[in-house]
Every structure is written in C-alpha cells, then in structure tokens.
C-alpha cells in the first residue's frame, strides 16, 4: 500500500526527480508525503560537526515543500543528522512509512564501490517498499 511516502532530497536534480515522482503518488494515493532532508556529518572535535550550509539547506527545504503545495500536497520536513543512507532508513522506520522514494545519480559500478550509493543501501536495507527516480 502507498499510503505514507518518505522522498528523500538533498536539492540536486535526481532528488528532485524523486520529489516529483513523490508528489505524484501521494496525489494519486491519497497519501501522506514527507521529505527527509539528511544534514551529513563527520568526526571533528565534537561528536556532530555538520558540514553543511544551514541557509542553503533550508532554502533546498522550502523550495520542496513550495513545490509539493502547489500541486496540493502537505509535506512534513524531516531534517536528521548523521549518514545519509542510514538516517534515511531510521526516520522511515521511525515514521511508518510504507514507501521511500530517492533519486539516482546513475553512479557506474566502480563509482558506487569507492563512493557508496544512498539509493543502493536504501534498496538493500530497508523494509519498506523502494522507489529509485532516474
């Protein structure tokens, strides 16, 4: 069932393919939508030392949940920190959603090894149903 929809965005043009394509579904469905927005850390002096622009960040947030309003759809913003791929799975599991929507940068197969893919390890690990907008 495609009733509570987690999309997840980071601004760039596949996450705003997977937003689309989140909408999309909560309209036809008649579903819940939220955007997940992870804030990636790393290890510095403390033990969170986002890298992240806060200002670019929640423009990317707003310019979403803009979008998703004006085809009538009400977003919830989740913004996590920690590893995206990880955080993704956690606040879906968290929220009850039934679907996760994400986006892929059509990463080749060494790209992948050395890089990681959010969208792989998503498909891989978590217990709801996946949907990869290319």
């Not at 990636?40 to 310019?63: E, F």
């Not at 004006?70 to 009850?96: C, K, M, N, Q």
């Not at 679907?99 to 080749?108: A, D, E, N, Q």
């Not at 969208?119 to 996946?130: D, E």
């Amino acid at each position: 069932m495609v009733k509570n929809i987690l999309v997840a965005y980071d601004g760039g043009e596949p996450a705003r393919r997977a937003l689309e394509t989140a909408i999309e579904l909560a309209r036809q469905f008649d579903g819940s939508l939220g955007i997940v927005s992870v804030i990636p850390v790393h290890a510095g002096r403390t033990p969170i030392d986002p890298w992240d622009d806060k200002t670019v960040h929640d423009r990317q947030l707003d310019d979403a949940r803009r979008l998703a309003a004006s085809h009538g759809v009400t977003a919830e913003i989740l913004e996590p920190a920690g590893d995206p791929a990880t955080a993704i799975e956690r606040v879906a599991e968290g929220g009850h959603f039934d679907t996760i929507v994400v986006g892929s940068r059509g990463l080749g197969w060494l790209s992948r090894f050395f890089q990681g893919s959010v969208s792989s390890h998503v498909v891989s690990h978590s217990s709801a149903t996946v949907i990869v907008a290319r």
